[in-house]
């Protein structure tokens, strides 16, 4: 029998048996829709977190009070004890700092916007340096941004997201218009290009005021996070990074032995990060979803050793007929990896589905990689593979005369 021939009467021993073929695929299939979907969705988060990430440069890093990712409460205590970056920390960096190209800070709360008879509340509301929504490759599509004298003389300006136009300005030109940030009046300069939603929060529902204005309404008892270009990465983001925390241990009169009392954190930092709890994440999946695999491995060679006993005939005929023991083998060795190849192409159509749906329903970004489809194929088809030697092995040592005899 030709290897041909072998998938066909594989092919044709699912279809002939439909009810069983499904029941016995579908531990493969779940397994390999699992693997699919997490590998999916994992990707397309590391490429959104790589992509907002470096939004702001490979050359930019950050000074703030304490990291972006705390994961134990002796830790939260630690970094809530140290001393608030302030105000005056970012302008002695701006205006010390020979190897930084700029420099940036960023204040942000919620609150709710009023326009009219509209409202949003859960807004962000950021208080931004006047050049920030150029360091953070923020576009202003509408109007204009933010110049040193809005931040100088605290203008009531503001730029705003695409949320507030849609909810609060519908069919208007929103700017010129005035609106009310918790309460106090701002006159709408900009609007920043749409940026979509991101695990079903939306990018777009945001009002960025200057940071003086912003102090001067919601105080100065929060802690800046400071946002420093390098102009390139590599030796000059050493020396940006040196320099700048240098300067900020030498105004909070850190020990020279003593470590730092704030949080210096680059791009690089944020996604090994991310990698790293993605990764975690990823392999734990894995290992559920592997437990499907093993489980319709099983299946799979439970249904090969029945096959074996209801075509035990046609073995001893086949062997009669001069068969050797490697073709009876390589035939049923085809057919379980067929059965469970075939469980494995519904698994990758059913998972990289689901997660498709999932970034349709709640924004969840989805990465479909080709690598990841033929690795899910050649493990399905192994698993059937492995599972099937005993089987096979079964089927190939049967005696021609006991064979034939069987059904007489």
């Known amino acids: 029998m030709g290897f041909a021939e072998a998938i066909n009467i594989a092919l044709q021993s699912l279809w002939a048996n439909k009810l069983r073929s499904i029941l016995t695929l579908i531990g493969v299939v779940i397994g390999v829709a699992s693997v699919i979907a997490v590998i999916t969705l994992t990707n397309g988060v590391n490429k959104y977190v790589a992509t907002k990430v470096y939004s702001y440069g490979a050359d930019v890093f950050t000074l703030s009070k304490q990291p972006p990712v705390i994961f134990t409460y002796e830790e939260y205590e630690k970094f809530q004890k140290r001393k608030d970056i302030h105000l005056d920390d970012y302008e002695a960096i701006r205006d010390n700092c020979k190897a930084c190209a700029d420099v940036g800070a960023l204040q942000s709360t919620t609150g709710k916007v009023v326009y009219g008879t509209h409202s949003s509340t859960d807004t962000s509301i950021r208080g931004w340096s006047w050049n920030m929504p150029e360091m953070s490759n923020l576009n202003v599509v509408l109007g204009r941004s933010f110049t040193p004298a809005d931040q100088q003389y605290a203008t009531h300006s503001a730029i705003i997201g695409y949320d507030i136009v849609d909810n609060l300005m519908p069919g208007m030109d929103p700017l010129g218009k005035e609106i009310r940030v918790d309460g106090e009046p701002y006159t709408v300069i900009g609007v920043g290009e749409r940026q979509g939603k991101t695990l079903g929060q939306s990018q777009d529902n945001y009002v960025s005021v200057p940071i003086t204005t912003y102090q001067r309404k919601y105080g100065t008892n929060k802690s800046v996070v ?174 021609p005369i006991v064979a034939l005899r069987s059904e007489m």
């Open 226 to 399: 400071i946002y420093i270009k390098a102009g390139s990465v590599g030796p000059a983001l050493d020396r940006a990074s040196d320099e700048a925390r240098a300067l900020l241990r030498s105004r909070r009169h850190d020990a020279p032995n003593a470590e730092d009392s704030f949080s210096l954190d680059t791009n690089a930092t944020f996604v090994g990060l991310w990698t790293s709890i993605s990764s975690t994440f990823f392999f734990v999946v894995i290992g559920i979803a592997s437990i499907s695999l093993v489980v319709g491995g099983i299946v799979i060679m439970n249904i090969m050793l029945v096959s074996v006993t209801e075509r035990t005939r046609e073995i001893g005929v086949r062997k009669a007929l001069g068969a050797r023991y490697t073709d009876i083998l390589l035939q049923f060795l085809i057919e379980s990896a067929t059965m469970s190849l075939v469980g494995g192409a519904i698994g990758v159509i059913c998972g990289s589905g689901v997660a498709k749906l999932v970034t349709v329903l709640i924004g969840f970004p989805s990465d479909i990689q080709i690598w990841s489809v033929f690795l899910a194929l050649f493990v399905s088809a192994s698993v059937g593979i492995f599972f099937g030697v005993y089987p096979a092995r079964k089927a190939a040592i049967l005696d």
